[in-house]
C-alpha cells in the first residue's frame, strides 16, 4: 500500500511540475504584454499624423497635430520659439518644458524648420 501511495504521489509531484512549467511560461508571456501595447500604442498615435510641423513657422493648432503635443506643450513651444527668435536647430526642442530627449526622438521625423507646415490629421 505504500508503495501504491508513493507512486500515487510522484504522480500529483509531475503534474505540479507541469502546472508549474505552464504557469511560470504564462507569467512571462503575459509580463511581455504591457511592453507590446504601448509600442502598438505610440505608433498607432505617430501613424494618425502624415506630414511635417515648421517648428518656426506652425500656430498652435498645427502644433498640436504632433505626437504627445497638447495645447500647454503647443504654447510652451511658442513661447521658447519668441524668446529665442525662432529655432536653429530642432535639439533646441528639449529647452521647452516637458520635452526630453525621448519626446525628441519621437517628434523628429514630423519636424522642420524651414518650409511649409504640411501635417495632417489622418
Known amino acids: 500500500m505504500q508503495s501504491k501511495n508513493a507512486a500515487h504521489r510522484l504522480g500529483r509531484s509531475g503534474a505540479t511540475r507541469r502546472a508549474a512549467a505552464l504557469t511560470a511560461a504564462l507569467v512571462v508571456a503575459l509580463a511581455t504584454i504591457p511592453t507590446v501595447t504601448f509600442a502598438a500604442d505610440s505608433t498607432t498615435h505617430a501613424a494618425r499624423m502624415t506630414g511635417v510641423v ?46 526630453g530627449d525621448k519626446m525628441l526622438e519621437r517628434l523628429r521625423p514630423h519636424l522642420a524648420l524651414k518650409g511649409k507646415t504640411t501635417a495632417k490629421r489622418l
Not at 527668435?85 to 520635452?99: C, D, I, N, Y
Open 54 to 99: 515648421n517648428l518656426n513657422t506652425a500656430d498652435l493648432e498645427q502644433l498640436q497635430l504632433l505626437p504627445g503635443v497638447g495645447e500647454k506643450r503647443a504654447a510652451a513651444i511658442l513661447e521658447v520659439r519668441k524668446s529665442k527668435g525662432g529655432f536653429k536647430a530642432v535639439e533646441e526642442l528639449v529647452e521647452v518644458k516637458g520635452v
